[in-house]
T-cell receptor
Framework: AQKVTQAQTEISVVEKEDVTLDCVYE???????LFWYKQPPSGELVFLIR??????QNEISGRYSWNFQKSTSSFNFTITASQVVDSAVYFC????????????FGQGTRLTINP | EAQVTQNPRYLITVTGKKLTVTCSQN?????MSWYRQDPGLGLRQIYY???????DKGDVPEGYKVSRKEKRNFPLILESPSPNQTSLYFC????????????FGDGTRLSIL
């Protein structure tokens, strides 16, 4: 069965600090997809990134970067030089190829960036 | 503009009074799904639909019904709402094929008194 664990319930940092959000997943499928979503205080869910299991290349998009490591079943998300606008709840999610109808979410990490 | 539209955005109602939350997408997506979000639990799937007239249960289907008579619409029905269904609900859609990101509606906050 697929499972996603975000052990950090809440993180609070001061603006301009770097912060890493952890995501650990479980799956028996060899082909799967990992996602990160952002939920700002306004409540909508914003897609950030998708990574498939065959692509372990790390990705950088501006201040955001993602570290995918199959050996540790982790897909961590780092925000560099954090800003107040990064304050949100962040969700990691997993979808297996064989069970593609299901998207399983982690519990979410509430990130607060203080000025 | 590509979007998933949910209505209503907010609803306060009483136990036992049937309600429907509508969901409509304009992207011609085959796949649609409903989730509920509760503190500390993330989002959990209620029902999903792979195409018109094809629906199936997710992880928490008890107390909910869905229908998919048209490709663009996927309403969520609570026949006899109870307080434990107080939650934030999201509808989502995506294309079938290689698993891509789901597009989410803005959410519906339901309070069942």
């Amino acid at each position: 069965a697929q499972k996603v664990t975000q052990a950090q319930t809440e993180i609070s940092v001061v603006e301009k600090e770097d912060v890493t959000l952890d995501c650990v997943y479980e799956t028996r499928d060899t082909t799967y997809y990992l996602f990160w979503y952002k939920q700002p205080p306004s409540g909508e869910l914003v897609f950030l990134i998708r990574r498939n299991s065959f692509d372990e290349q790390n990705e950088i998009s501006g201040r955001y970067s993602w570290n995918f490591q199959k050996s540790t079943s982790s897909f961590n998300f780092t925000i560099t030089a954090s800003q107040v606008v990064d304050s949100a709840v962040y969700f990691c999610a997993l979808s297996e190829e064989k069970g593609a109808q299901k998207l399983v979410f982690g519990q979410g990490t509430r990130l607060t960036i203080n000025p | 503009e590509a979007q998933v539209t949910q209505n209503p955005r907010y609803l306060i109602t009483v136990t036992g009074k049937k309600l429907t939350v509508t969901c409509s997408q304009n992207m011609n997506h085959e796949y649609m799904s409903w989730y509920r979000q509760d503190p500390g639990l993330g989002l959990r799937q209620i029902y999903y639909s792979m195409n018109v007239e094809v629906t199936d249960k997710g992880d928490v289907p008890e107390g909910y019904k869905v229908s998919r008579k048209e490709k663009r619409n996927f309403p969520l029905i609570l026949e006899s709402p109870s307080p434990n269904q107080t939650s934030l609900y999201f509808c989502a859609s995506r294309k079938t094929g290689p698993v891509g990101p789901q597009h989410f509606g803005d959410g519906t906050r339901l309070s069942i008194l």
